[in-house]
Antibody, heavy 116, light 110 residues
Framework: QVQLQESGPGLVKPSETLSLTCTVSGSSISGYYWSWIRQPPGKGLEWIAYIYYSGSTDYNPSLKSRVTISVETSKNQFSLRLSSVTAADTAVYYC??????????WGQGTLVTVSS | QTVVTQEPSFSVSPGGTVTLTCGLNSGSVSSNYYPGWYQQTPGQAPRTLVYNTNTRSSGVPDRFSGSILGNKAALTITGAQADDESDYYCVMYMGSGTYVFGTGTKVTVL
């Protein structure tokens, strides 16, 4: 059974960098696209970025200048870094596997709050 | 910038049928976008219902069906049940692992 689990700080100060890791079990990292998706409280879903197991990436144009995504295949993990955060970056952050036409398996999500 | 638009809300009676739609600001939705649909209840991660326009995900009841209607993607719930009361999101595959989500529809069953 494919499972994804997000981990990282739940509170980040404004202007600092948000860092999250997704640990994948039940599926190899190889052969899939791995995405980060977020959902501000009470709002809709926003795709942030993907990384392919080979290391190729793409980003939502609205976030591209602040986002870095990386993969560590030996640990079956991939990670997100979002710099210069503001209150507008407060959201539940999900990691997900792309099959590739749809993110099919999702983590449970982790709430990250940006506040001093 | 690509915007994917859904109806903000729908109300359906128990046992009734409702069709949600998903449109693109840049033109018509086709199967080339591999439209998919999720169901989300409060505090939970989205659950995949349909992908590749009309393929139901494993374990999804056949009262959920996906299609292309005119120039939009559509999700039809036939014989709505109380536990279908949720938020529904569509997603479009833009190629090379990238996606755009719809604005979401809140479905009330009453």
């Amino acid at each position: 059974q494919v499972q994804l689990q997000e981990s990282g700080p739940g509170l980040v100060k404004p202007s600092e960098t948000l860092s999250l890791t997704c640990t994948v079990s039940g599926s190899s990292i190889s052969g899939y696209y791995w995405s980060w998706i977020r959902q501000p409280p009470g709002k809709g879903l926003e795709w942030i970025a993907y990384i392919y197991y080979s290391g190729s990436t793409d980003y939502n144009p609205s976030l591209k200048s602040r986002v870095t995504i990386s993969v560590e295949t030996s640990k079956n993990q991939f990670s997100l870094r979002l710099s210069s955060v503001t209150a507008a970056d407060t959201a539940v952050y999900y990691c997900a596997r792309g099959n590739p036409v749809i993110p099919d398996y999702w983590g449970q999500g982790t709430l990250v709050t940006v506040s001093s | 910038q690509t915007v994917v638009t859904q109806e903000p809300s729908f109300s359906v009676s128990p046992g009734g049928t409702v069709t949600l739609t998903c449109g693109l600001n840049s033109g018509s939705v086709s199967s080339n976008y591999y439209p998919g649909w999720y169901q989300q209840t409060p505090g939970q991660a989205p659950r995949t219902l349909v992908y590749n326009t009309n393929t139901r995900s494993s374990g999804v009841p056949d009262r959920f069906s996906g299609s292309i209607l005119g120039n939009k993607a559509a999700l039809t719930i036939t014989g709505a049940q109380a536990d279908d009361e949720s938020d529904y999101y569509c997603v479009m595959y833009m190629g090379s692992g990238t996606y755009v989500f719809g604005t979401g529809t809140k479905v009330t069953v009453l």
